[in-house]
């Protein structure tokens, strides 16, 4: 979601794709380096069931939290 070239791999349409080319039970797993809830939404939206895993960074139990999305197609 930070580089323009990959927007239309986040978009509705992008994301009905993806969700196509999956079988029933399959799983989009997507990293970023923090929330975004509009993507959470779209996931939905898209007919995902989405689980929204914030992890952080390290095993040291510091630093940055990241955001993984497990979207699996039902």
């Known amino acids: 979601m930070i580089r323009k070239a990959n927007d239309a791999l986040y978009d509705l349409k992008g994301l009905k794709t993806i969700r196509a080319a999956l079988r029933p039970g399959g799983v989009l797993a997507v990293w970023s380096s923090g929330p975004d809830p509009s993507f959470t ?8 069931a989405v689980n929204e895993v914030a992890v952080r960074a390290t095993t040291r139990r510091s ?12």
Do not use: M, P, S
């Not at 939404?41 to 995902?48: A, I, K, M, P, Y």
């Not at 630093?63 to 039902?74: L, P």
């Open 41 to 48: 939404e779209r996931l939905r939206d898209t007919g995902f």
């Open 63 to 74: 630093g940055a939290r990241h955001v993984i999305w497990f979207a699996t197609k039902t």
